[in-house]
């Protein structure tokens, strides 16, 4: 039978451009797997180019089918980041979003500082089409829409509650706060790297230690090493104390 949940977040929410499918992203990974990974929204998969009269510009097109898919950029970068210098495997993790669909980013980038919401609102313009696809809010709007969406607390609390999880990491400021019940993502930051907390989330009382975002710890250098000396000196000791 279905559940409320998903009468509110439908498995398709609409088009992407060039005829994409936006779709509601599910849990990446073993769904009894002891940690849970918790991060902000799904990632793009593809884009595709459409030609303007002021020259190509890039679209979405697929997104991930499940958080964190090991064949995408996202899915790499946690590989690469995260989990092997953890020493855990995809069978130790569950992989799921706050937020259930991708969203367009607002800030630009290139030479031309155009953004993928830019790009979507000018594919939008020139052809008359409506998509399905949203900005990014700002990082309090977003917190704020994760927890009013209706049937996005009951879709968390179901991806969570099946199983007990010994442990769940946070990525970034927002899914820190998301889980931390703070009102303001910054307010989550200085607790980015510290010790396990037990928190109550989705109906369960978990350990959590809340990490820096896998965006961030790609593009800045100190984030990076940041991140490489806490798993050095804490994280695979924190791992190996779960284990007994």
Same mark, same amino acid.
């Given at each position: 039978? +279905?559940t409320d949940? $998903?009468?509110s977040?439908? /498995?398709?929410l609409g088009? @992407? &451009?060039?005829g994409?499918d936006l779709?509601r992203t599910?849990p ?5 797997a002891?940690i849970?990974?918790l991060?902000?929204y799904?990632?793009? +998969?593809k884009m595709? $180019?459409?030609e303007?009269d /002021?020259g190509?510009?890039? @679209? &979405? ?5 499940t ?10 970068e946690i590989?690469?980041?995260?989990l092997?210098?953890?020493g855990?495997s995809?069978d130790d993790?569950l992989?799921? /979003?706050?937020f259930?669909h991708?969203?367009a980013?607002?800030?630009?980038s290139g030479?031309?500082g ?20 949203k900005?990014r809010p700002?990082p /309090?709007?977003?917190?704020?829409r994760?927890?009013?969406m209706?049937?996005n ?12 999880r010994?442990?769940v990491?946070t990525l970034?400021?927002?899914a820190?706060?998301?889980?931390r019940g703070d009102?303001a993502?910054?307010?989550a930051?200085p607790?980015?790297l ?6 109550v989330?989705?109906?369960?009382s978990?350990p959590?230690v809340?990490?820096?975002h896998?965006g961030?710890v790609?593009?800045?250098t100190?984030?990076?090493?940041r991140l490489?000396a806490?798993i050095?000196?804490?994280g695979?000791?924190?791992l ?5």
């Amino acid at each position: 039978m +279905t559940t409320d949940w $998903r009468e509110s977040i439908p /498995d398709r929410l609409g088009d @992407l &451009p060039l005829g994409g499918d936006l779709i509601r992203t599910e849990p990446g990974g073993r769904a009894a797997a002891p940690i849970a990974v918790l991060g902000v929204y799904p990632a793009l +998969t593809k884009m595709g $180019r459409f030609e303007t009269d /002021d020259g190509p510009i890039n @679209l &979405p097109v697929e997104v991930e089918a499940t958080s964190f898919a090991p064949g995408s950029s996202s899915g790499r970068e946690i590989d690469a980041a995260y989990l092997s210098p953890l020493g855990l495997s995809r069978d130790d993790v569950l992989f799921l /979003d706050m937020f259930p669909h991708y969203l367009a980013n607002t800030s630009g980038s290139g030479s031309g500082g155009r953004s993928m919401w830019d790009n979507v609102q000018t594919y939008e313009r020139v052809t008359g089409e409506q998509t399905a696809m949203k900005p990014r809010p700002q990082p /309090d709007a977003l917190l704020g829409r994760c927890r009013t969406m209706p049937g996005n607390t009951e879709r968390l609390a179901e991806q969570l509650e099946a199983h007990p999880r010994r442990l769940v990491f946070t990525l970034g400021n927002e899914a820190a706060a998301f889980i931390r019940g703070d009102d303001a993502a910054k307010a989550a930051q200085p607790h980015l790297l510290a010790s396990p907390k037990d928190l109550v989330f989705a109906g369960r009382s978990s350990p959590v230690v809340h990490l820096p975002h896998p965006g961030i710890v790609m593009r800045r250098t100190p984030w990076r090493d940041r991140l490489t000396a806490w798993i050095e000196a804490k994280g695979r000791r924190l791992l190996a104390d779960l284990d007994g």
